[in-house]
């Protein structure tokens, strides 16, 4: 008896630990493929950007992705980072982005070799679609998120 319940033990830590380890591949696989193809990455910067490091979810859930480009006349690197487990929704405007239930999007600029905190934001540009491919990652994309998440879908279009 005590072998059972020890089996049933391991087997129920087993699944919960698996419906907490979620595999993020689809969804950065399709974040990198618009990202490649995309106009723009965000407002801030000029229309042109460099990927340094493309889209990854470390082993905590961390979403992260380091762009080079231009700002106010500047070059700049900026690394995001965000908890996926606090995304409240993903939100297509003119640029994609996800929503956050709080203020855990941490935007770094390297200075000197460094990672410096610039920012914190409850949202994460995700980057600006050609208009032709807009619907087709907008409905990927959502529905990557949706695979993941509740989310709350509250808003599909902005505009």
């Not at 630990?17 to 990455?41: C, G, H, I, P, W």
């Not at 979810?57 to 908890?83: C, F, M, Q, R, W």
Request: overall charge negative.
């Amino acid at each position: 008896m005590k072998k059972i319940v020890l089996l049933l033990v391991c087997i129920a830590s087993v699944c919960s630990q698996a419906q907490e380890n979620k595999n993020y591949k689809t969804l950065v696989k399709d974040l990198n493929k618009m990202l490649r193809s995309a106009d723009e990455f965000s407002w801030m910067y000029d229309p042109e950007f460099k990927i340094v490091q493309p889209y990854q979810v470390d082993k905590n859930g961390i979403l992260s992705v380091i762009i080079k480009g231009k700002a106010d006349d500047s070059d700049v690197t900026h690394k995001y980072e965000a908890p996926l487990d606090d995304i409240r929704d993903f939100v297509m405007d003119v640029y994609y982005v996800i929503s956050f239930k709080s203020r855990s999007v941490v935007i770094s600029e390297l200075q000197d070799g460094k990672w410096v905190e610039v920012d914190r934001r409850d949202y994460f540009h995700l980057g600006k679609p050609k208009e032709k491919d807009a619907h087709h990652w907008s409905s990927t994309l959502r529905n990557d998120f949706n695979d993941l998440y509740e989310l709350k879908n509250e808003y599909e279009w902005m505009d």
